[in-house]
T-cell receptor
Framework: GAVVSQHPSWVICKSGTSVKIECRSL??????MFWYRQFPKQSLMLMAT?????????EQGVEKDKFLINHASLTLSTLTVTSAHPEDSSFYIC????????????FGPGTRLTVT | GEDVEQSLFLSVREGDSSVINCTYT??????LYWYKQEPGAGLQLLTY?????DMKQDQRLTVLLNKKDKHLSLRIADTQTGDSAIYFC?????????????FGGGTRLMVKP
């Protein structure tokens, strides 16, 4: 199947700093990628849809100025958590539909963010 | 909006069959999926079924779809301790941009030796 990578796999940062998380499709192009966050023992919550060449679409309740998304190329989307706070600590996962088989959605391994 | 429901927990003995159930509300769902998540890891696509199918079998995995009742199940035959994980049911509609998924809350499967 298609491979999606994320970097870093885990990061610890201080309150008030910004953190960038990368999501890459390694063997296919993705005009659309999705960003989710997952709290412990909970399901995935869709944060936003990242669109190559245009603005991201944010879900209701997600602050677009806090969670900056840039879909720089057909294989890379980045999520920047700005002015991070401890409540932003979570597991962030990206996904992408695999090329022409848009019904096959592949997920990255996730990035665990801890804000101290 | 769309809603997907799963039971929270299932415990089985090694070698038994596991059946994880899922219900959804969107009658226009086009695809239904089962994902597996192990601790601290991302989601692994296990299998999926198109809404015009009733059943799909892939080795130890059998997916049953009752479209009338909007009920999806995943049966794992000869369950092993390595199958212990959280299993997420998800649905999508091809009219949604990029085939966006809606997830259930996940079922934690515990396999006892």
């Amino acid at each position: 199947g298609a491979v999606v990578s994320q970097h870093p796999s885990w990061v610890i940062c201080k309150s008030g700093t910004s953190v960038k998380i990368e999501c890459r499709s390694l063997d296919f192009q993705a005009t659309t990628m999705f960003w989710y966050r997952q709290f412990p023992k909970q399901s995935l919550m869709l944060m936003a849809t990242s669109n190559e060449g245009s603005k991201a679409t944010y879900e209701q309740g997600v602050e677009k100025d806090k969670f900056l998304i840039n879909h720089a190329s057909l294989t890379l989307s980045t999520l920047t958590v700005t002015s991070a706070h401890p409540e932003d600590s979570s597991f962030y996962i990206c996904s992408a539909p695999a090329g022409g088989r848009t019904y096959e959605q592949y997920f990255g391994p996730g990035t665990r963010l801890t804000v101290t | 909006g769309e809603d997907v429901e799963q039971s929270l927990f299932l415990s089985v003995r090694e070698g038994d069959s596991s059946v994880i159930n899922c219900t959804y509300t969107d009658s226009s769902s086009t695809y239904l999926y089962w994902y597996k998540q192990e601790p601290g890891a991302g989601l692994q696509l296990l299998t999926y079924i198109f809404s015009n199918m009733d059943m799909k079998q892939d080795q130890r995995l059998t997916v049953l779809l009752n479209k009338k009742d909007k009920h999806l199940s995943l049966r794992i035959a000869d369950t092993q301790t390595g199958d212990s994980a959280i299993y997420f049911c998800a649905e999508s509609n091809k009219t949604r941009a990029g085939n966006m998924l809606t997830f259930g809350g996940g079922t934690r499967l515990m396999v006892k030796p």
